[in-house]
C-alpha cells in the first residue's frame, strides 16, 4: 500500500481511518491488528471505556483527551473489520448516528430536518426523556417488523433487548427503566426504600437461616432494590458506587498513614482502634 501523498492534508478523523486501514494491511500491517476480531476486541473497548470513566473521576483534561482517542480508536477499529467484512464502515457509523440524533431530537430539528433548526420549541428535559423513549420504543418496533417472522417469535418481552452483556448492576437499571414505561413501578420513592427495607430485611432472615442459596438470592435482591432507589433518586448507581469506592481507598490509605506515624500498623492495631481512626478519617472531611 502507498501512502496518499495528501495524507497531511487529511482530516484528522480520515487519517485516523487511513492508519487502521494500514495496520490492518495483509502484506505490511500489525501482527497484532490482524488476529484481532470483533469479538476478541470486546475486553480491550471495556477497558477504554472504563479509563475514560477514570480520567472524567479525576478531573483530568488531559489524560481525559488521550483516553477518549483511544476509544475512538476501538470504534475506527470495529469499523474496519466490520469494512473488510462487507457489513459496514466508519461512514456508514456516523451516518446511522446523525440520522439517529435528528429522529431523537425532534424537539430540536422539527421533522428530522436539519434545516429547521432554530425553530423555537418549549418543551422541558423531562419531556425530552419521555420523549426519547417513546420514539426508541418505535424503532425497536419497526426493527422488529424488518427482522420478519422468526424475529416477532424472538422479541416477545418488552425486555428481550436489554443486552445479557450489560454489566449487572447497569442491566438491573434499564431492565427496571424499561419495566417503568408501563407503568410497572412507583411513581413516589417512599416505597422504593421501604421496599429496599423488606429486602434487607429478608436477607437477615436468611442469614439466621444458613441458607447460602437463599442468602445469595436475598442479597441480590437487596442490590437490586437499591439500584430502583438509585433510579428513583435520579442517580447513577455505578457513579455512586465507584464514588464510595474511592471515599473507602482515600480512608484507608489515611488510617495506615497515621498507623505509620504512630509507629504502627494494619496488623498490630485491633478492630476497635481501626474504628476510631476510621471516624477521624470521616471528619478529616474524606
Known amino acids: ?13 480520515d487519517r485516523l481511518v487511513v492508519i487502521m486501514t494500514m495496520l490492518r494491511d495483509k502484506q505490511h500491517g500489525c501482527p497484532w491488528d490482524l488476529e484481532q476480531t470483533i469479538k476478541s476486541l470486546l475486553p480491550y473497548t471495556l477497558e477504554e471505556v472504563y479509563e475514560v470513566a477514570d480520567a472524567i473521576e479525576n478531573n483530568d483534561l488531559v489524560e481525559l483527551e488521550d ?6 480508536f476501538q470504534v475506527i477499529f470495529y469499523a474496519q473489520i466490520a469494512k473488510e467484512q462487507g457489513v459496514f464502515d466508519f461512514q456508514d457509523i ?17 421533522d428530522g430536518d436539519m434545516e429547521k433548526f432554530g ?12 420523549n426519547w423513549e417513546a420514539i426508541k420504543e418505535v424503532e425497536r418496533e419497526e426493527k422488529r417488523k ?5 424475529a416477532s417469535q424472538q422479541l416477545e418481552s418488552l425486555l428481550d433487548d436489554v443486552p445479557r452483556a450489560l454489566p449487572a448492576m447497569e442491566r438491573a437499571r434499564k431492565l427496571q427503566k424499561r419495566a417503568a414505561q408501563v407503568g410497572f413501578d412507583w411513581a413516589e420513592i417512599a416505597p422504593v426504600l421501604e421496599k429496599l427495607k423488606e429486602e434487607v430485611q429478608e436477607f437477615e432472615e436468611a442469614l439466621a437461616s444458613g441458607d447460602s442459596g437463599r ?3 436475598e442479597l441480590g435482591d437487596v442490590l437490586f432494590a437499591a439500584i430502583n432507589l438509585a433510579r428513583h433518586s435520579k ?26 506515624a504512630r509507629g504502627s500498623s494494619l496488623k498490630e492495631a485491633n478492630l476497635e482502634e481501626l474504628d476510631v481512626l476510621w471516624d477521624e478519617a470521616k471528619a478529616s472531611g474524606l
Not at 495528501?6 to 478523523?13: G, H
Not at 483516553?67 to 475512538?72: A, Y
Not at 424488518?146 to 422468526?150: H, I, Q, S, V
Open 119 to 130: 425553530i423555537p420549541q418549549n418543551i422541558s428535559a423531562d419531556q425530552v426523556v419521555v
Open 94 to 110: 456516523a451516518a446511522a448516528i446523525s440520522s439517529k440524533l435528528l429522529r431523537r431530537h425532534p424537539h430540536v430539528f422539527p
Open 215 to 217: 442468602m445469595s438470592d
Open 1 to 13: 500500500m502507498s501512502v496518499d501523498s495528501d495524507f497531511d492534508k487529511m482530516t484528522a478523523i
Open 146 to 150: 424488518k427482522g420478519g417472522k422468526k
Open 235 to 260: 442517580i447513577e448507581p455505578e457513579v455512586a458506587l465507584r464514588s464510595a469506592n474511592r471515599r473507602f481507598e482515600a480512608r484507608f490509605k489515611w488510617i495506615e498513614g497515621a498507623l505509620t
Open 67 to 72: 483516553e477518549l482517542g483511544d476509544l475512538l
